[in-house]
């Protein structure tokens, strides 16, 4: 590993340090606030709604704006037909140049999702490409003649590659007289990561985003852009679906994708301080930890796919401290637009889907993004602890979805992307028109103006919890330790760092709990913060008695 790929010191004077450390929510701009009324969440929407991020509210770091760009919307904005533009359907220019300048004016960072991997069907790019073999868009995505013609006369596609989304992965365009190949839908054609002329488009577009004052980058689905050169089949295996029933070999995971990385780092790196995290795509731990340098960060799906048990939550932390290593950094996700809402998945992952434990089990999930070393993502809304919500089949927007069956299972990701809860009433003070999207039908109990008002609330807890983190030097960028608590059902580990020590312990069960912490040695423990408000303290004998689904995070007492 070069010294560039090494994280830095935490305190370092690079502002990467502030990255490392912090705290991004993640923001679907069509469904968080809509201020024009047309039913559709906007810039200047979010721009409205940024006093939910003050510093005595939920103190983040950074927002990740889902993809901002003009698009037919067939991905929800996953399809973009101008990277360098903002898409009316959200605002204008200026109301992105404003919404930048007011979370900057707010020590708020703004990281941008970056579509690299494919474009919309409707780009120029795409239009000018499958027009001619000719010109300088002919070779910008990935066509291939057809393998040979059937008895037919019908074109063969060139390899077994199939979309994730559903169906054959190539599409016959009979003006080339070729195929193209789309991972994800066939709207979205797959870019040639290996024409240089791709490579400096994108590098231009990128540069745009900088100069217009963006801090950091998402990388859609980044380990899929390169490809096997040769475009060989992928090896068939076991599975519960076509695109399981393939070992991904040669279309993910290129081993030429590091260099690509480097190069993408190094325009990033023209500006201080800019930071990145990737998307992986149908990869583990061991890539995630493999892809991530000093500024780049990597989503991993180790602990997005755990269910609630203290066991596989363990088995998740112990298989991510080993595969990064104390000097690289990973990230905390625990939910995102693709997958369910967090307490929902987390509660019926063990059967316990009733109200009570949804918000037990939310505030606990609360302290587990915020007390594990990485950098944490929070998902909008799950600071409320929003859950996932059933969409009639004539409302899915989630094209994939519309597809699932028996030999094709996709979870409908629209569940996961209703409109933001802000109050009581109608449009939940997410729109005064009709949402795009249906509400939660517990949207007039939970949303953020109730929230506030309770002190036991979710949306209370994640205040106290952020809060706490930002003046904690352990918690941002303390070493981790997990320790076997001596208790079933009970997790613990320590954060170290900045002078500071404190031992987190967090209860994965419906039933009080009681773990000695003399066992765990350090010497005596004081309770801090923890899940809930009334907090539960150390008795003199050194015993904690946890309440159903608590977490606690304890410091080190002196002397
Ligand atoms: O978990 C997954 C694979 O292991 C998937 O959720 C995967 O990460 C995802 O489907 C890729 O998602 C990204 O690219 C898609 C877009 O539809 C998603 O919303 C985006 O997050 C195509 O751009």
Redesign the pocket.
């Known amino acids: 590993m070069t010294d560039e790929a090494r994280i830095l010191p935490a305190g370092s004077a690079d502002s990467t340090a502030d990255w490392r450390d912090g705290v991004v929510y993640q923001i679907y701009p069509r469904s968080f606030a809509d201020s024009d009324g047309d039913g559709t969440g906007d810039l200047t929407g979010i721009l409205e709604h940024m006093d939910l991020f003050a510093a005595d509210s939920l103190p983040i770091d950074a927002i990740w704006l889902s993809p901002i760009y003009p698009s037919p919307g067939r991905?929800l904005g996953?399809d973009v037909t101008d990277h360098t533009a903002v898409d009316p359907l959200l605002g204008t220019e200026e109301d992105f140049d404003r919404l930048v300048a007011a979370c900057h004016g707010r020590g708020i960072k703004v990281i941008l999702d970056l579509?690299m991997n494919?474009t919309s069907d409707e780009h120029a790019w795409f239009l000018a490409s499958k027009a001619s073999r000719e010109g300088p868009y002919a070779d910008f995505y990935l066509w291939r003649d057809p393998r040979g013609f059937d008895a037919d006369g019908n074109p063969i596609p060139p390899n077994n590659w199939v979309s994730?989304f559903g169906g054959p992965g190539w599409e016959w365009i009979p003006e080339r007289g070729q195929f193209y190949y789309h991972t994800?839908l066939v709207g979205?054609p797959e870019m040639n990561w290996r024409n240089p002329a791709v490579e400096a488009a994108q590098w231009d577009m990128v540069r745009g985003w900088l100069a217009r004052g963006v801090d950091g980058f998402r990388l859609?689905?980044f380990n899929a852009f390169l490809k096997d050169p040769d475009l060989r089949d992928n090896p068939v295996i076991e599975g519960d679906s076509p695109w399981n029933r393939q070992e991904h070999r040669n279309d993910l995971d290129h081993a030429d994708f590091s260099d690509l990385i480097e190069r993408f780092r190094a325009i990033l790196d023209e500006q201080p301080g800019r930071m990145s995290v990737g998307?992986l795509?149908?990869g583990g731990t061991p890539a995630a930890a493999r892809y991530t340098r000093g500024r780049h960060i990597v989503f991993d799906?180790s602990l997005m796919e755990a269910p609630w048990t203290a066991p596989a939550f363990a088995a998740g932390i112990d298989m991510r401290e080993s595969a990064y290593g104390p000097d690289l950094w990973p990230t905390i996700a625990l939910s995102n637009?693709?997958?369910e809402r967090q307490a929902t998945r987390l509660a019926a992952s063990v059967g316990r889907d009733r109200d009570p434990d949804h918000d037990a089990i939310a505030k606990a999930a609360a302290v587990l993004i915020l007390a594990m070393r990485g950098a944490a993502f929070l998902y909008y809304g799950e600071e409320i602890g929003m859950v996932g919500v059933d969409i009639p089949r004539d409302e899915i927007v989630d094209p994939p979805a519309l597809r699932a069956g028996p030999d094709f299972p996709w979870y409908d990701r629209s569940r996961c992307r209703t409109p933001m809860q802000w109050a009581p009433g109608s449009g939940a003070g997410f729109t005064t028109g009709k949402p795009w999207l249906r509400l939660a039908p517990d949207a007039d109990q939970r949303n953020v103006a109730v929230q506030s008002a309770d002190p036991d609330s979710v949306l209370n807890a994640y205040r106290r919890l952020l809060t706490f983190r930002r003046a904690s030097p352990a918690l941002q960028s303390g070493a981790m330790e997990r320790l076997d608590s001596g208790t079933a059902d009970v997790l613990a580990w320590t954060r170290t760092g900045g002078g500071e020590s404190l031992l987190v312990v967090v209860s994965f069960v419906d039933e009080p709990r009681r773990v000695d912490l003399r066992a765990l040695g350090g010497g005596r423990w004081v309770a801090r913060i923890g899940t809930h408000r009334e907090r539960t303290d150390v008795g003199r004998d050194g015993f904690l008695d946890l309440r159903p689904d608590e977490a606690v995070i304890l410091e080190a007492a002196p002397g």
């Open positions: 991905d996953y579509v494919h994730f994800f979205q859609d689905v998307e795509f149908s799906w637009h693709d997958r």
